[in-house]
């Protein structure tokens, strides 16, 4: 009997239900599109030691900068006004047009009473030419080499302030030969000097 | 006694057998290459930039009289792998230390024990590297990078990075972006960034303008000089990313890194259609993405959780963190003449 009763009720059930619709939000299940990435990991596999060895010897390319340079023939100063050119226009954020335009001249002052140096040497030299030329150069803030690993260069001669050739540097003083020296200095109040330096050693 | 013991005993096999202790030391962390490099991406959202245009544009070839015809389109690819690390010469993305190069640093006094903040950025188009060798050929119909990998960035060896006089007369737009107009831009491009991160491979053209005009901005990271290299304690990623913007935007001056992106500041020139230019920063072309220890997603530069306090629970990497930097391109597939 009891049996009869509950089959009763559920058949009840199931006519009684009603289709409310959806209720609540849906969301929508994404799934990884794996097929693109399957490539490059299959092509990875093959080509793992290849990569590392390739990195590798990019970061020890970062070290050591071949450049061939020119050697300057005579000692001479040059003093000049220091100025860089902008690259690009700069807009006022209030008003959005250019302030600045693109090639306009932008003089940075040093800090008075401040002077900063830095050098630029071939490591393509002799261990006695480079010494003597280390001398006449005197004291400079930090040295660029090129065409040598830094860290050998500073084993070598024991200065640590060696930086590899910049290239970002070079082209925005514009230096053509080696060794030259470029001394930044405050003379007058509003514009800075630029004291660039070349000599050629004796023989 | 020997009860109790026994029962120990077996109470720490239940545990152990539970996964409730684990007297495993923890796993060594993961490296970028040669592991983790596919989990580290983010390719569900690269999917969405991949788009084609109906409208067809021609490209002049030398070999053809009238030049080739293809369609508009547009794509993204990861080009370059920047990292934050805490150890000088320390690869993070290799799990690699430079050997005799520590000495280096000593006399120039740039060694310093807080904050993340030597950063290397290495030029690594996976996607094309790896097509290569598998010799899938998409050349104009995917016009990815040229495959070669790069060292661009090292700070450890950049003495701008380091000499703050040099970094001031390199890069004199310094001065724009610590002053009363440099907060107003980086607010203005804050909020350019946060809305197009909503949608981030929809095109807006207004506020795409809006990020490039004010390329010296830092977005949300607030007012800080372009490429300053001071330590952050609370927010060392904050430094690590206006480095590698600073370096993004000194590259793409000297013409390293080009323009492959329709901007405002080659409105002139239709061959952007058709190869890379050498130009001025874009950077709307440039995303970023923080790729270990945790996989995030790819946003708008400026936008990028860049505390530690996010990474606090993940100590795989030791603070360290890699980023993934996404350049976008606009191409005309079956013509495109190529560039980097």
């Known amino acids: 009997m009891k049996k009869i009763f509950v089959f009763n009720i559920l058949i009840l059930q199931i006519f009684a239900y009603i289709d409310l619709g959806i209720q609540g939000t849906l969301y929508p299940i994404l799934e990884n599109n794996n097929t693109f990435s399957k490539i490059l990991k299959e092509s990875f596999k093959k080509n793992k030691n290849k990569i590392k060895k390739e990195v590798i010897t990019a970061i020890n390319k970062a070290f050591r900068y071949d450049k ?27 008003t959005k047009q250019i302030i600045k335009h693109k090639g306009e001249k932008i003089i940075v002052p040093m800090p008075k009473g401040i002077e900063e140096s830095f050098c630029l040497i071939d490591g393509k030299w ?69 004291n660039y330096y070349k000599f050629k050693e004796k023989k | 006694m020997k009860k109790i013991i026994f029962s120990l005993l077996i109470l720490i096999k239940i545990l152990l057998a539970d996964g409730l202790i684990n007297f495993n030391t923890p796993s060594p962390p993961q490296a970028l290459i040669p592991n983790g490099i596919f989990t580290g991406l983010d390719f569900q959202s690269a999917y969405k930039f991949i788009k084609i245009y109906g409208t ?15 369609l508009k389109a547009h794509l993204i690819e990861p080009y370059l792998i920047a990292e934050a690390v805490k150890k000088p010469f320390y690869m993070r993305m290799l799990e690699m230390k430079l050997k005799n190069s520590a000495a280096l640093l000593k006399k120039q006094g740039v060694l310093s024990k807080d904050g993340s903040k030597y950063v290397h950025i290495l030029k690594f188009p996976i996607i094309s590297y790896l097509l290569k060798s598998s010799q899938v050929n998409t050349n104009n119909v995917l016009a990815f990078a040229k495959p070669s990998i790069i060292l661009y960035y090292m700070s450890e060896i950049d003495p701008s990075s380091w000499k703050d006089f040099l970094k001031i007369k390199m890069l004199p737009e310094i001065f724009y972006s610590i002053s009363p107009q440099g907060l107003i831009a980086s607010l203005v491009d804050c ?33 800080l000089s372009i490429g300053s290299n001071n330590d952050g304690q609370e927010a060392p990623f904050v430094t ?29 020139k239709k061959q952007i259609w058709c190869s890379a230019e050498k130009g001025a920063k874009i950077k709307y072309q440039w995303l970023i993405q923080l790729a270990r220890p945790t996989k995030g997603k790819i946003l708008q530069s400026g936008t990028t959780s860049a505390l530690f306090q996010d990474l606090k629970n993940n100590a795989s990497t030791a603070g360290d963190a890699v980023f993934v930097i996404w350049k976008q391109r606009d191409y005309t597939m079956f013509a495109y003449q190529g560039g980097d």
């Open chain 1, 126 to 194: 002799d261990v006695n030419t480079t010494k003597k030329i280390l001398k006449k150069l005197n004291k400079c803030n930090f040295y660029l080499v090129a065409n040598k690993d830094i860290r050998k260069w500073a084993e070598l001669y024991n200065k640590h302030n060696v930086y590899p050739y910049n290239e970002k540097i070079i082209k925005r003083w514009k230096l053509d030969k080696a060794p030259s020296k470029v001394i930044l200095f405050d003379k007058y109040r509003k514009n800075i000097y630029l």
């Open chain 2, 191 to 223: 909020t350019a960034a946060t809305t197009m991160n909503f949608d981030i491979a929809k095109t807006n053209k207004y506020l795409q303008n809006t990020r490039d005009m004010f390329f010296y901005a830092q977005g949300c990271n607030g007012l």
């Open chain 2, 240 to 268: 690590a990313i206006n480095m590698i913007q600073s370096n993004i935007y000194e590259m793409s001056r000297y013409g390293i890194y080009k323009q492959s992106v329709e901007s405002m500041f080659n409105k002139d």
């Open chain 2, 56 to 70: 067809p544009n021609t490209c002049k070839v030398s070999s053809v009289k009238d030049g080739l015809v293809g």
């Open chain 1, 68 to 94: 061939n340079l020119r050697y300057s023939k005579k000692d001479y100063n040059i003093t000049v006004i220091d100025y860089s050119i902008l690259q690009t226009d700069i807009y006022s954020p209030y």
